[in-house]
C-alpha cells in the first residue's frame, strides 16, 4: 500500500516500517520454514517470486503491510542493517469490497528469539490504531488456525470474540467492533506510538 511506505511507527518494542526490498532475503528465509508455511497458510516462494510479491504488494491498495522490528535492536544499531532486527510482519487486508470499514489483521512473530516477548501484542495494537485513524476501519477480523493456540490467546487478550470456526479450512474467525468504548481504548493503548518519516531503510530521527 502506497499510503505508509514513508510511515514508520515507533512503539516501546517493537518498530514498524514499510515493506522495501531491503527485508526480502530475510523474509524468504523465514517462509522456508514448513511450521510458518502451516501457521500462515503459505506456499513457498522462490526469492524472485518474493521481490515480485513484495513490488505488488506495495502497490496493493488493499494491502497494508508493515515489517516488524525488534525496537531495541534498532535503537542500538550503527552499522547494522534493518534486515538484521526484523522480528516479524503485521499485515491488514482490506478485501471486503461491500464493507470498506473492515480490515483482516494477521501478524506473523518469525524470529524464534523474538517470540513470547509481546511484540506481536504491540504489533497488532499499533495495526488496528493505524487502521482506525488513517484508513477509517471500524471492524477487525483475525482468522487463526484452530492449532495456533499462541495467536488465539493474544486476540482474545485484545478483545476480540470468536464468531465462526471453519473444520474445512481448520481456522477460527474471531472479531472486534471499535465502538467509541473500544476506541478510546485503542489509542489509550497506543499513546505511546511516535510516527516518524520513513526512507528507503532509514528514517530521518537516525
Known amino acids: 500500500m502506497r499510503s505508509n511506505e514513508n510511515t514508520l511507527l515507533l512503539g516501546k518494542k517493537v518498530v514498524l516500517v514499510p515493506y522495501t526490498a531491503e527485508h526480502v532475503p530475510r523474509y524468504h528465509e523465514w517462509m522456508k520454514s514448513e511450521e510458518l508455511q502451516r501457521l500462515t497458510a503459505s506456499e513457498p516462494l522462490t526469492l524472485e517470486q518474493e521481490y515480485s510479491m513484495q513490488r505488488s504488494w506495495r502497490e496493493d491498495t488493499a494491502k497494508c503491510t508493515f515489517i516488524v522490528l525488534d525496537a531495541e535492536k534498532w535503537q542500538a544499531r ?25 480490515g483482516e489483521i494477521e501478524v506473523m512473530i518469525a524470529e524464534p528469539s523474538c517470540r513470547g516477548k509481546g511484540f506481536g501484542t504491540e504489533a ?11 484508513l477509517g476501519l471500524t471492524k477487525f477480523e483475525a482468522k487463526i488456525g484452530q492449532g495456533n493456540e499462541p495467536s488465539i490467546r493474544m486476540f482474545q ?16 474467525t474471531f472479531r472486534l467492533i471499535v465502538n467509541e468504548h473500544e476506541r478510546q481504548w485503542l489509542l489509550e493503548q497506543t499513546s505511546h506510538v511516535e510516527e516518524k518519516c520513513y526512507r528507503d531503510g532509514s528514517s530521518e530521527s537516525h
Do not use: H, I, W
Open 124 to 134: 497488532v495494537l499499533m495495526m488496528m490504531s493505524y487502521g482506525v485513524t488513517k
Open 157 to 172: 487478550k485484545l478483545r476480540f470474540e470468536q464468531v465462526a470456526v471453519s473444520s474445512v479450512f481448520q481456522e477460527v
Open 78 to 102: 550503527l552499522s547494522t542493517t534493518e534486515e538484521s532486527c526484523m522480528a516479524g510482519d503485521v499485515n491488514l487486508f482490506l478485501t471486503d469490497l461491500g464493507d470498506p470499514s473492515l
